[in-house]
């Protein structure tokens, strides 16, 4: 029997589970992410890491803007502190990663979905030092 290495054998897993990943729907509570606990007093922590999210008008099937802002408070972007990425979902399905870097970047994104219905969508983004965050909204298409 032949002999594989450890690193051949991880890397085929880690293949398999992206494989099995995409296009896969999962509810939001399951999306990873910490949310704010009580949104109308959110802590610091909260305020710099819950991402906002402001949806234009929005009809199926057409464009709507979706403007994306890592925390109410502005999020540093500094090589030893920042987003590294934001990801976009719509009734569990990932629609988008944007990844930042922290040279002249701000932790925001506006991103443009065309639903086909009303549902709801799911931001969540991950912070170097303090892990991922998330929250939601209704679309009402």
Same mark, same amino acid.
């Given at each position: ?52 999210? %402001?949806?234009?008008?929005? !009809? #199926?099937?057409?464009? @709507? $803007?979706? /403007? ?32 930042? %870097?922290?040279?002249?970047? !701000? #932790?925001?994104?506006? @991103? $443009?979905? /065309? ?27």
């Amino acid at each position: 029997m032949d002999r594989v290495s450890r690193r051949a054998l991880l890397g085929a897993a880690g293949a398999s589970v992206a494989l099995a990943a995409v296009g896969r729907r999962v509810h939001a509570a399951d999306i990873e992410g910490i949310t704010a606990k009580d949104p109308a007093n959110m802590t610091k922590m909260e305020q710099k890491h819950v991402p906002k999210i %402001t949806v234009g008008e929005a !009809k #199926a099937g057409e464009p @709507v $803007t979706v /403007t994306i802002d890592i925390g109410a408070i502005d999020h540093p972007m500094a090589e030893e502190h920042f987003i590294e990425w934001i990801d976009v979902y719509l009734d569990g399905k990932k629609l988008s990663r944007i990844t930042l %870097t922290p040279v002249a970047m !701000k #932790a925001a994104a506006t @991103v $443009t979905l /065309t639903p086909e219905k009303s549902g709801m969508l799911t931001v969540s983004n991950k912070c170097n030092l303090h892990g991922i965050y998330k929250s939601c909204v209704e679309i009402k298409a």
